[in-house]
C-alpha cells in the first residue's frame, strides 16, 4: 500500500500541493482526477521518488519511497510527456530498463510490440503522439513492478487502442500483485476503470472515495408525487443532496440503500418512480457541492 500523510511541495513561490493525505490499496485501480494544474503529475513524481516532498511522507508498505532504491525498482512512473534518450530506438530503451528494472518482461515485451504493431527498431523520435503514448504503456506494462504511475496515459489514444490497454491492465491485476495510478483530467474516462477515485483540486484532496461503495450508497429517483405534503415528508424523511424538479417530475438525489430509499418513496404514493443509475460526475458533483466545492467549476 502506498500511504501519503500530510505532504507539502511548492516550487520556488508556487504551492503546488497542500497538505495533502491519501491512501492507494494493493490490487486497484486508482484513479487521480483533476484540472492541470491541480498537483497531479507533482504527486505521481514524489510517488515515484523522483522529487522530495518539503514536508510530510510517502510510504511503500511502510518504508519512505525517496530515500530508498530498492523500493524505487517497483515503481514504474510514465509521465505525461514521453521521454526516450535521444536517436533511440525501443530495443535500446529496452535494454536500459531492463538493467534498472530486475523483473523486467522481456518475451512480453516483444510480444506486445508485435501485437501493437509497433517497429523495435525505428528511431522512437519518428513515432506519432500516440504510438508513444502505446510504447511507453508497453514499456510499463512489462517493468514487472507492483505500481505503475500512468500521468494522462489515455490522452491521445484512440478508442480500440485505449480498450486494449484497460483490458491488458486488468489482466495484469488478475496475474500477480499489480497496482496501477491512472491520473486523468476525464472523470468520464475513469468511470467504468477505476476501483477508486481520488479529486484532486488546488493541490489537496477535495474527495477519496471507493466507486462501489458510492455507488452503493447514492441514487437519483424520479417521481410525481400528487400530494404536496407527503411529497414534503419524503424529503424530509430522506438524506438529500440534491433536489429539482422538470416540470412535474420531482428529481432527487439521496445517499442511502437502494431499497430503503424506494421503500421511502411508495409511502408518498407517487403515481410514478423509478431509480436513475447515477454517472461517475453526477456523484462527485453531489459529494463536492455538500463539501463546499463546486465541481463544474473545478474540472469543466
Request: charged share 30%; net charge negative.
Amino acid at each position: 500500500m502506498i500511504s501519503v500523510k500530510n505532504v507539502v511541495k511548492s516550487f520556488e513561490s508556487v504551492m503546488a500541493i497542500r497538505d495533502l493525505s491519501l491512501e492507494i490499496r494493493d490490487g486497484e485501480i486508482f484513479g487521480l482526477v483533476g484540472t492541470n494544474g491541480a498537483g497531479k503529475s507533482t504527486l505521481l513524481r514524489m510517488i515515484a521518488g523522483i522529487i522530495r516532498p518539503d514536508s510530510g511522507e510517502i510510504l511503500s508498505d511502510g518504508a519512505r519511497i525517496y530515500e530508498n532504491p530498492e523500493i524505487k525498482k517497483k515503481i514504474f512512473y510514465i509521465p505525461d510527456e514521453n521521454y526516450a534518450f535521444p536517436n533511440t530506438v525501443p530495443l535500446e530503451m529496452l535494454q536500459f530498463y531492463m538493467t534498472v528494472y530486475p523483473e523486467y518482461q522481456e518475451k512480453r515485451f516483444h510480444e506486445l510490440m508485435e501485437r501493437f504493431g509497433l517497429e523495435e527498431k525505428r528511431k522512437i523520435s519518428t513515432f506519432s503522439k500516440g504510438m508513444k503514448k502505446q510504447l511507453a504503456l508497453i514499456f510499463g506494462l512489462c517493468a514487472g513492478t507492483k505500481y505503475l504511475l500512468c500521468d494522462e496515459t489515455f490522452d491521445g489514444l484512440d478508442p480500440v487502442v485505449r480498450q486494449a490497454v484497460k483490458s491488458l491492465i486488468a489482466q495484469e491485476i488478475l496475474d500477480r500483485a499489480f497496482t496501477p495510478v491512472i491520473a486523468s483530467h476525464n472523470l468520464r474516462e475513469l468511470e467504468d476503470f477505476c476501483d477508486t477515485v481520488g479529486l484532486l483540486h488546488e493541490g489537496g484532496v477535495v474527495l477519496s472515495r471507493d466507486l462501489t461503495e458510492l455507488k452503493m450508497h447514492m441514487h437519483k429517483v424520479q417521481c410525481l408525487i400528487p400530494d404536496p405534503e407527503k411529497e414534503s415528508a419524503l424529503l424530509q424523511a430522506l438524506d438529500t443532496l440534491d433536489v429539482r424538479r422538470q416540470g412535474t417530475i420531482l428529481i432527487i438525489t439521496a445517499r442511502g440503500i437502494r431499497e430503503e430509499i424506494m421503500e421511502k418513496v411508495q409511502e408518498a404514493d407517487p403515481v410514478f418512480s423509478e431509480i436513475i443509475p447515477l454517472s461517475l460526475e453526477e456523484i462527485f458533483i453531489s459529494e463536492t457541492e455538500v463539501a463546499g466545492y463546486e465541481i463544474k467549476n473545478i474540472l469543466f
